[in-house]
């Protein structure tokens, strides 16, 4: 779940429950009767608080005090200095762990909300080993995109993907593109700024717009994007959509150039929902939009301006 705060901007809120079971801590005094039940919350806590100050200590008292063979979700919150020291470390640790954890089905990695660490402080790493090393994963998410890697991969069972970040590298937009996932259902990006390391464009999409990948794919999310425009362009004649049920083009920096594309292109009458919040369309074209998808929910909530002074826009998310 994904809430939007005015003080904290978009972040988390996996405290109480993740993958529709509720959040279980290590720490809690009364622990769950079944593993299997809840999403179990792993973290660090170098300040003092309840959690164990190293995630090597966290994994340790979770394999020790948890039947870990019928845990089916797991949400990895911050550890130790995730602004300064990668999470290569606990990658591995759960890639290792794979025989202990058979049942798992949902993973978050980096459910860190930005009064912990703004996402693009978040140091993420190579995270293939867990597509790897749980060929039975139907759902990951991932937040931070700096020094997050991806190796193209065929997954068999993944169903949700969703990376979360200030600046999406090419590179893992790429790896993203050239996967094969035939049972993945909703794919969501958040694509961020250059100067957050958010250097992809929109060609990088071309294996995932083209669907011959994604079978299955109902909902597409290309989102938080200072090329929106181009995005939406590459979108409007895109083969995949055809097949969608829900298009997300929200949280970046559309215009009405992109709307004007959406609106030349395919027709989108068959969406239930096609979401563009926090946009700069301006309300003529709003109108227009509206009217020709009847019958589609169309999100235009968010409008925003431009710089008077430079044209300047921004995207929902970069630091």
């Keep these: 779940m994904i809430e939007y705060d005015r003080y904290f901007g978009y972040q988390h809120r996996y405290d109480e429950t993740y993958a529709g079971l509720p959040v279980a801590h290590l720490y809690s005094e009364e622990k769950p009767s079944d593993p299997g039940a809840v999403a179990w919350r792993l973290c660090a806590n170098e300040y003092g ?29 911050e550890w130790e200095d995730c602004y300064s020291t990668s999470s290569e470390a606990i990658v591995e640790r759960l890639a290792k762990s794979a025989a202990k954890l058979p049942a798992l089905r949902s993973l978050f990695f980096g459910a860190i909300s930005s009064d912990q660490a703004e996402i693009s402080w978040i140091q993420q790493s ?38 979360e970040s200030g600046g999406l590298p090419g590179e893992v937009v790429r790896a993203v593109a050239g996967c094969d996932l035939p049972a993945l259902e909703h794919l969501e990006l958040w694509l961020g700024v250059d100067s957050y390391g958010g250097d992809s464009t929109a060609a990088d999409l071309d294996g995932i717009l083209t669907g011959e990948r994604l079978p299955a794919l109902r909902h597409l999310g290309l989102q938080d994007s200072e090329i929106q425009d181009d995005i939406a362009a590459a979108v409007a004649f895109a083969p995949v959509v055809a097949r969608l049920e829900t298009l997300a083009l929200s949280m970046g920096t559309l215009t009405d150039t992109g709307a004007e594309a959406l609106l030349s292109g395919q027709p989108l009458t068959h969406l239930r929902k096609l979401d563009l919040h926090h946009h700069y369309l301006s309300d003529a074209i709003m109108k227009r939009l509206s009217t020709a998808l009847p019958g589609v929910e169309v999100d235009l909530s968010g409008q925003e301006r431009s710089s008077s002074e430079d044209d300047w826009r921004y995207v929902a998310v970069s630091e």
Excluded: C
């Excluded at 164990?52 to 039947?67: G, W």
């Excluded at 995270?127 to 090393?133: M, N, R, S």
């Excluded at 937040?143 to 890697?149: I, N, Y």
């Design 126 to 163: 190579d995270i293939t080993p867990l597509l790897e090393a749980f060929p039975r994963l139907e759902r990951l998410e991932v937040r931070g995109g700096t020094g997050l890697a991806l190796k193209s991969v065929r997954h068999e069972s993944l169903r949700m993907l969703r990376i």
């Design 49 to 77: 608080g309840d959690d164990p100050e190293a995630m090597t200590e966290t994994f340790d008292l979770f394999f020790e005090q948890v039947d870990t063979a019928r845990v089916t979700a797991i949400v990895v919150g």
